[in-house]
Nanobody, 126 residues
Framework: QVQLVESGGGLVQVGGSLRLSCAAS????????MGWFRQTPGKEREFVGA????????DYTHSVKGRFTISRDNAKNTVYLQMNSLKPEDTATYYC???????????????????WGQGTQVTVSS
């Protein structure tokens, strides 16, 4: 069983920055691909970005490319989402997720992830 706990959300003005953290329990963190997703009321959970087990490979949805950066520290069992140049449309609840089984290029599909955090709210005010 893996527990994921997100933190770092909050209220920020347009153009501001936030860094989300996702701390994982357990000893096998370095064997999990990690993803970040977001969701607003009434909408499906949306892929934001993902990072490979080693951290050498990342991928992002088009709308956040160049603004968001995912990184991980396997020694600290933590994955990060640095969000810059925030826009009102980035307002959402953000979730991190862990994939135990390799999912390769399908890291944008929520149902392929095995564990999820409780989410952290990000609100961008204009």
């Amino acid at each position: 069983q893996v527990q994921l706990v997100e933190s770092g959300g909050g209220l920020v003005q347009v153009g501001g920055s936030l860094r989300l953290s996702c701390a994982a329990s357990g000893r096998a963190f370095s064997s999990y691909a990690m993803g970040w997703f977001r969701q607003t009321p009434g909408k499906e959970r949306e892929f934001v970005g993902a990072i490979s087990k080693s951290g050498s490979t990342t991928d992002y949805t088009h709308s956040v490319k160049g603004r968001f950066t995912i990184s991980r520290d396997n020694a600290k069992n933590t994955v990060y989402l640095q969000m810059n140049s925030l826009k009102p449309e980035d307002t959402a609840t953000y979730y991190c997720a862990a994939a135990v089984v390799p999912i390769g290029n399908y890291h944008y599909i929520p149902r392929l992830y095995d564990y999820w955090g409780q989410g952290t709210q990000v609100t961008v005010s204009s």
